[in-house]
């Protein structure tokens, strides 16, 4: 029995088609058959070889959509058959102080995120453990579910985690593939949602997905804009460069959180600003496998829906390259296989 995947090799190289054989699920793991695998912008830690303690050979993907195909010994409540999704978070053990505390994205002993750490999804089979393990609802479609476990996944639990409530102002930084289900989340939350983003492209797609107002960053001082606006009690930044965040940082409005949700490196703010406002900068991590349980269930519920731009696994390669390439229109999604929804 043997598997395909598209796998890494070493930092800056292509991504290789590579037959491997197929491994038996260890204890507390399962084996997926993969349908779906979405491919994020943190895939570029690996592929880019950017991440502490990386070893190749690593397949890359953590937006994992699948069907469990073999239970491994001692996994409980999970069945052959079942639809399952595994995002960044790739389990963790139950038991450490953290874990008890119910902190278990930190898990003192399990902190090796899925497809960089780990083997991940650009592959027609994977080992996920139980404990990393989401359940999918059967009307979401795998490829439609797929970017909701990254992508989703940190905008709805950082958003829901925010400190703003229904009608207070939040600015979703970015209309790209983070920022435009971040703006459809927003608004179906019921916060009063502006979208920032350079130039005017972008407008009218950031209204019809729920956006009340649209800050041009290039034509405007979008600090000064959402002050103009009262101040947000949240901005979540989805942009990829630190000088475009800290532009909008100024825009808080009192005990306002900017929830940095993408590594971009250092980052410079005003103290002065932060102090008088008794504002925040905070990091958000995506979240654990309930938090996608509850992403996937608030998505197909409130009809939020990333929109994609589907590849064969085998051009895993040319899919990153496009998503790298910052055009896609919004996420680039691995189709695997012949699966489709039902099949
Ligand atoms: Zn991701
Ligand atoms: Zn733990």
Redesign the pocket.
């Known amino acids: 029995m043997s598997m395909h995947a598209m796998v890494a090799t070493g930092p800056a190289r292509p991504l290789q088609w590579q037959e491997l054989p197929l491994s038996q699920p260890g204890a507390g793991e399962v084996r997926l058959r993969v349908e779906a695998c979405g491919v ?1 912008h ?1 895939d570029a830690l690996l592929l880019g070889g950017r991440y502490p303690g990386l070893t190749y050979p690593r397949i890359p993907g ?2 994992v959509i699948g069907v469990i195909e073999a239970l491994g010994a001692g996994v409980a409540g999970w069945e052959v058959g079942a639809r399952v999704g595994v995002g ?1 978070n790739s389990g963790c053990c139950g038991y450490c102080s953290r874990c008890r505390h119910g902190e278990r994205f930190a898990c003192e002993n399990i902190h090796a995120p899925t497809g960089i750490l780990r083997d991940g999804g650009y592959a027609t089979h994977m080992l996920a453990r139980a404990s990393a393990l989401a359940r999918v609802p059967a009307e979401l479609d795998p490829v439609e579910a797929a970017p909701l476990l ?2 989703g996944l940190t905008t709805f639990n950082a958003l829901r985690h925010c400190g703003a409530g229904p009608g207070e102002l939040v600015a979703i930084h970015g209309v790209g593939g983070l920022g435009h289900l971040g703006i459809q989340f927003a608004a179906r939350m019921g916060l009063r949602t502006v979208a920032i983003n350079r130039g005017t492209d972008k407008e009218p797609l950031a209204r019809q997905l729920g956006a009340e107002d649209y800050i041009d960053s290039s034509a405007t001082d979008p600090a000064a804009a959402l002050r103009a606006l009262g101040g947000a009690k949240a901005i979540l930044a989805t942009v990829t460069d630190a000088q475009a965040m800290q532009a909008v940082a100024g825009g808080l409005g009192p005990n306002g959180t900017l929830l940095v949700i993408g590594g971009v490196g250092a980052l410079t703010v005003d103290s002065l600003d932060l102090l008088a406002k008794r504002a925040a900068v905070r990091g958000w991590y995506s979240g654990t496998a309930v938090d996608s349980e509850d992403t996937l269930r608030f998505s197909l519920e409130h009809a939020v829906a990333s929109r994609n731009e589907i590849y064969p696994l085998e051009e895993a390669q040319a899919a990153f390259e496009r998503m790298m390439s910052g055009r896609a229109r919004f996420r680039v999604v691995l189709r695997v296989g012949a699966a489709r929804a039902g099949g």
């Open positions: 994020c943190s953590h937006e960044w990254c992508a």
